[in-house]
């Protein structure tokens, strides 16, 4: 299965440069997930031509208004998609307020269910789950609760090689012991391993979403080994007490995470207006995590 990441919105605290703030969606062979979901997501799903009824979940870090604004309009909008579709929102305390009173106070009726489950993280904690993946928060370091989310892939049960299988002459019931991790055991001390005779399982994708939050080291810990992790960016280094004072990083801080994280691929956004062009973002974080990606509206970044 091939997960791609969509960037729909890379801009911190307001629109600018043509960048819309925080909204992501990542993109499965069956489902689609947002994450976060600032001011025109709407607008950025119609021009990307983004399936908006494949989206099963919302997950939104924090209430600040830059990662939840677009977040009313696309569940309302859903009576025009004809969505029967139950939506999951997961969310810090005060989302199912936030989402309730906009519905109530706009007379808002919706032909689904609104599935909202609020979460304040103090530790990994599993929050979501489907046929694709698992989704666990953690706590991110800002200056209102926010959640962090780490996406794992469901392993698939692994296949047998056809070529043992008339081999060995294997049987109904041997099969399944050897798919389920038992070795089999035959007469005269024969032996036949699952690994003799199941193809190799590909390692799960996996996503870790950290934004906003300030530099802390905890962090590392629940997202470790991950495949790609986008971490906010908001400042670089010669503006990092301004970042520690307003919990946010600098992109030296977002890699110092991905190395201690053991990151694969690191993803830097929620860029600073003050940055019309984000290269001295991303050649800082390249300088200490040479694997690193800038999300940018409209860019894609495959697994
Ligand atoms: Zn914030």
Redesign the pocket.
């Known amino acids: 299965m091939s997960w791609r990441l969509l960037i729909l919105g890379s801009n911190a605290a307001m629109p600018n440069h043509g960048r819309i703030t925080s909204s992501q969606v990542l993109l499965t062979d069956k489902d689609y997930y947002q994450i976060d979901c600032g001011e025109a997501t709407q607008i950025r799903l119609a021009e990307y031509k983004v399936k908006r009824n494949k989206i099963r979940a919302v997950f939104i870090s ?1 209430l ?1 208004g ?2 939840i604004f677009g977040l009313p309009g696309l569940i309302t909008s859903y009576f025009h998609y004809s969505r029967t579709d139950d939506l999951h929102i997961i969310g810090p305390p005060g989302i199912k307020k936030l989402i309730t009173t906009i519905l109530e106070l706009s007379e808002c009726h919706l032909d689904f269910t609104l599935q909202i489950k609020e979460v304040k993280a103090t530790e990994k904690v599993q929050v979501y789950s489907d046929s694709t993946l698992d989704v666990f928060a953690f706590p991110l370091d ?3 609760h ?1 959640n962090g989310y780490l996406f794992i892939e469901k392993t698939q049960k692994p296949n047998i090689r056809k070529d043992m299988v008339s081999k060995l002459k294997l049987s109904v019931d041997e099969i399944l012991k050897l798919k389920a991790g038992i070795t089999v055991d035959r007469e005269e001390a024969q032996k036949i391993s699952p690994e003799e005779v199941l193809h190799p399982q590909k390692s799960p994708h996996s996503y870790a979403y950290c934004s ?1 939050t300030r530099f802390n080291k905890a962090i590392a810990a629940y997202i470790k080994n991950v495949q790609v992790l986008y971490h906010e960016a908001t400042y670089t280094d010669d503006m990092a007490d301004k970042a520690n004072e307003r ?1 946010h990083s600098t992109a030296k801080e977002a890699a110092h995470i991905a190395h201690l994280a053991e990151a694969k691929t690191l993803v830097i956004g929620h860029y600073s207006g003050k940055f019309r062009d984000v290269t001295p973002l991303l050649d800082e974080a390249k300088a200490h995590c040479p694997n690193s990606l800038r999300a940018y509206d409209g860019e894609y970044i495959d697994f």
């Open positions: 924090h600040h830059d990662h800002h200056r209102i926010t906003d919990g």
